[in-house]
């Protein structure tokens, strides 16, 4: 083993960073003053960017990764403050800087992106008025600011810049309103791009828009990008360097091929092992996870800060804090805080890896009563005098046990169709639903009691979804009283019962919500839709804002309750990877309807819709054999309003016949081959015959246009 490297890694002299290095953060000690003491939230952290270097930084929420970036903009909150260390930005000490030159570097050489592009834009103004701003802040006139403006958008391609320009936030979409925050945080040609989770809330097809947005505007203008995110798999695409971040401690840094290749810390293998990936599905295999939770700050005076949850941990970790040794790895050196990092690889696995036999069992070949059928499903709005369809005849059914993923683009129909199948909308004439077997209500409010605990759903957001009021003990013992329909101390024993079943600590039945971690609220949220017993639960993005630790324990819970209860779900996701890990089988929904559905594994392995086939293209991956050449589809979402004739999808179809995908709509084509399985048939909603499409899905990714000469023409 390396013995221990040098005190601080690496030497940095922050006096000559200004020639190479767009940041620079040396031995940085951040504090925040919570009830009358000064808690460290960041330890010595030291860490360059160098100029058009891209710079990941990842860790679970809680680890300073947003502190680094406030602290890096002198935007620390009252209670916070710079303890210890020096930070420089294209060679300017940050904290030496006078209110003028400080607002000089915020307006000039640096800029950041946040998580939320909504809440960065505000709602009052054109967005005109606040790209043009970014400008007039840089010293240029008004009108000069306004023709700028136009050119910055087109520069990070806003098709109808000028409509786009006239158009308030709450007009645009979630991808194109992080497009305008983009727009105008390169206004300045900053020196250093900080990009603050930017695709979080984003679907896969405008999530790789963005990113190939910013790799190629950095390659243009020699931009350094700082980019934060929980998403492994994005900064594995995005960035030539990482740095792992653990409880306010930098605990591994490296190339991001070597750390993600190699990893020698144990919270790094532990971050890996947490993802879905292919091949991995809920009935072969547990997600690893990382036990327990981040340590207070200030709590850890000795040792190693990541002892409490590492399987590797033992005396010497508990009584020495280990220095950060320094090896050389195959793109540059790699340095990782553990005394025993050469092991950290072969670190054991917190879950049994493999699900027991008789687990496995229960997703055999044996045929599944239904449970839900949707048939000819349809919703329409009524928009300004217009018809607005977003779900447009879907049929679709759920067996007990079974998972139903729902994958699309934002405004595809996904939560409108499981808010019609909760009765929360009520279905256009000549929509039928049934629960097991019966005709079910439209409305939930005509809908008896069993039917109404039947169908429960877990939001995305708990925060919105939980009474910040009211105790844990009090939400879920409420929701047992009125749909388990029990009293007194039946709703105690049932309580205690369901909240082991979701693994939720007794210790915080007395807490209130934002007294819980996001993980723990999300439990709550599950533990209050089993009160009823359901049938069959909508998962409407339950992991999408947790980190990947969180989000493999709640992804394992939903797997053990589904064996345990035999509960069915309707799953909707962003993140492929994950509906892949859960789901039975897979329905793709494109402006309101369905596409292609069929068993995960048919789905996923091919052949697809060629819709399918481009989200799949655009899902960010750790496996570099696994990567794919994206397929870029042109333009945006058509409105549902006026949605195009023929295939819904020719507009934007990269395999696109001609005449015929115009003006005829496609009948589902049997892409099984013969091999049904119980999850039922693979049927495919296009004019191109399921063997081209397999074919062509076979060839080389650039040649995703060609289309075979003896392909079917009008």
């Known amino acids: 083993m390396n013995g221990p490297p040098p005190s601080s890694f690496p030497a940095f002299d922050v006096s000559k960073s200004d020639r190479t290095d767009a940041l620079t953060v040396v031995g940085l000690t951040v504090t925040y003053r919570m009830r009358g003491r000064d808690r460290e939230v960041l330890q010595d952290v030291s860490f360059r960017v160098r100029r058009g270097e891209a710079y990941g930084l990842v860790g679970e929420s809680g680890c300073g990764k947003s502190t680094v970036a406030m602290a890096a903009l002198r935007y620390l909150p009252r209670n916070g403050k710079v303890k210890a260390g020096k930070i420089a930005i294209a060679g ?23 998580q939320d592009p909504g809440r960065a834009l505000n709602p009052s103004l054109t967005v005109a008025r606040q790209v043009s701003e970014a400008f007039e802040a840089a010293g240029l006139a008004r009108e000069e600011a306004l023709q700028r403006s136009l050119e910055m958008l087109q520069r990070v391609r806003i098709a109808s810049p000028e409509r786009v320009m006239a158009s308030y936030p709450h007009q ?20 250093l791009l900080i990009l603050d989770e930017p695709t979080t809330g984003l679907d896969a097809t405008v999530e790789a828009e963005v990113l190939d947005l910013v790799a190629q505007l950095r390659a243009e203008l020699g931009t350094a990008v700082l980019f934060i995110s929980h998403n492994l798999a ?22 991001t091929e070597d750390v993600f290749t190699r990893p020698r810390h144990p919270y790094t293998v532990g971050l890996l092992r947490c993802l879905p990936t292919a091949g991995r599905s809920k009935d072969s295999e547990r997600l690893d996870t990382i036990a327990g939770g981040l340590p207070s700050p200030g709590s850890v005076t000795q040792g190693c800060i990541y002892a409490e949850r590492c399987r590797l941990a033992d005396d010497r970790c508990r009584r020495e804090a280990p220095p950060p040794y320094r090896v050389s790895a195959a793109h540059g ?13 072969e670190l054991p696995r917190a879950s049994a890896q493999a699900l027991p036999a008789d687990h496995r069992a229960m997703s055999g070949n044996e045929p599944r009563a239904l449970v839900l059928r949707a048939e000819n499903l349809s919703k329409t709005f009524h928009v300004s005098g217009g018809g607005l369809r977003a779900v447009d005849n879907v049929s679709l059914d759920l ?31 000549g929509s039928v639903l049934e629960l097991d077997g019966a005709p079910l209500a439209a409305r939930v409010t005509r809908r008896n009691d069993e039917q109404v605990k039947s169908l429960q759903i877990v939001f995305q957001n708990p925060d ?10 009090r939400l879920i013992g409420r929701a047992l009283s009125r749909l388990g329909e029990l009293r007194g101390a039946a709703i105690d024993e049932r309580l205690a019962t369901l909240t082991a079943a979701v693994r939720l600590p007794e210790r915080y039945l007395g807490s209130r919500t934002r007294q819980l971690s996001g993980g723990l609220k999300q439990r709550v949220a599950i533990a209050r839709a089993f009160a009823g017993e359901p049938r069959v639960v909508v998962c409407d993005e339950p992991t999408s804002a947790l980190d990947v630790s969180v989000q493999a324990a709640i992804l394992n819970l939903l797997a053990d309750l589904q064996r345990e209860r035999g509960v069915s779900y309707v799953f909707i996701s962003h993140d492929l990877h994950v509906v892949r890990y859960l789901s039975d ?63 819904v999808f020719h507009t934007r179809c990269p395999r696109k016949l001609g005449a015929i995908c115009e003006q005829q709509d496609p009948p589902f084509a049997d892409a099984s081959g013969g091999t049904e399985t119980t999850e039922g048939k693979h049927l495919i909603r296009c004019h191109i015959p399921v063997d081209q499409l397999r074919m062509l899905q076979a060839a080389p990714r650039d040649e995703v246009n060609d289309i075979p000469d003896d392909a079917p023409t009008v």
């Open 464 to 473: 919105s979804a939980l009474n910040r009021a009211h105790s844990v003990k």
């Open 92 to 114: 300017a000490e940050v904290n030496k800087l006078d209110a003028d030159a400080l607002r000089a570097l915020r307006a000039n050489t640096i800029s950041m992106v946040y």
């Open 234 to 255: 994005v900064i594995g695409r995005m960035c030539e360097r990482v740095g792992v971040l653990y409880a306010g401690k930098l605990v591994e840094e490296g190339a």
């Open 399 to 429: 067996a007990a046990g079974e998972t139903l993923g729902l994958v699309g683009e934002s405004g595809s129909g996904k939560t409108t169709l499981a808010k019609l199948m909760l009765g929360l909308l009520t279905p256009d004439a």
């Open 172 to 191: 645009l979409s979630g991808g194109m309103q992080q497009r305008v925050v983009i727009a105008m945080a390169l206004a300045s040609n900053p020196a």
């Open 585 to 647: 089988r897979i329905a793709v929904l494109y402006l309101g309807r369905l596409l292609e559905i069929g068993p995960a594994a048919a789905v996923f392995d091919g052949p697809q819709h060629p819709y399918t086939e481009a989200l799949l293209s655009s899902v960010p991956t750790l496996d570099a054999h696994a990567r794919k050449t994206r397929i870029r589809l042109s333009g945006d979402l058509p409105s549902a309003a006026s949605p195009p004739s023929g295939c």
């Open 333 to 345: 050196d790699q340095m990782s805080r553990c005394h025993y990092h050469e092991r950290a690889i």
